[in-house]
Structures are given as structure tokens and as C-alpha cells.
């Protein structure tokens, strides 16, 4: 946690990764998103809930992201 902000990363080995940002101050501040690496596919369990959209990265190449906000407090 730094200022206020816990942020959490899960990666998985094909390629999906999941981050969680929660900020304590802010309710409005908070979303879990999904990350997709270059040629995976939208997981089916994600692909009629989600859009992801194309970004490009130095590191990763193209990759396709999608996030939702966290509405209550847990």
C-alpha cells in the first residue's frame, strides 16, 4: 500500500493477468482489470462479459485490456 492505494497483481502462464486497484480515500478510485497478452485469446469465461481494447506496449507488444469498478466497499 502506498498513499492510500493498494494495487495487486495475479499473472498467469497463458498469459492473462489480473490487477486489482483500490484506493482507500476514494470510493470511486477502484477497478479490477484484465490484461491479455499478444495472441492470446479472450478467455471464454471473460468473452461475452467484456470488451477489450488493443494498446501498444514497448515491453509486451500489442496488448488487449479490459477493467470494470468496484462499486461497494469490501
Given at each position: 500500500?502506498?498513499d ?14 489480473i490487477?486489482?486497484?483500490?484506493t482507500?480515500?476514494?470510493p470511486k478510485k477502484?477497478?479490477v ?5 499478444e ?6 469465461e471473460?468473452?461475452?462479459?467484456f470488451r477489450?481494447?488493443?494498446?501498444k ?5 500489442i496488448?488487449r485490456?479490459?477493467f470494470f469498478v ?5
Open positions: 500500500m502506498v492510500g492505494i493498494k494495487w495487486t497483481y495475479v499473472f498467469y502462464e497463458s498469459g492473462l493477468s490487477n486489482i486497484l483500490y482507500l480515500n476514494d477502484r477497478a482489470g484484465f490484461k491479455l497478452s495472441g492470446m485469446e479472450v478467455p471464454k471473460l468473452e461475452e462479459k477489450f481494447a488493443k494498446q506496449s514497448k515491453l509486451a507488444g496488448i485490456s479490459s468496484i462499486k461497494e466497499e469490501y
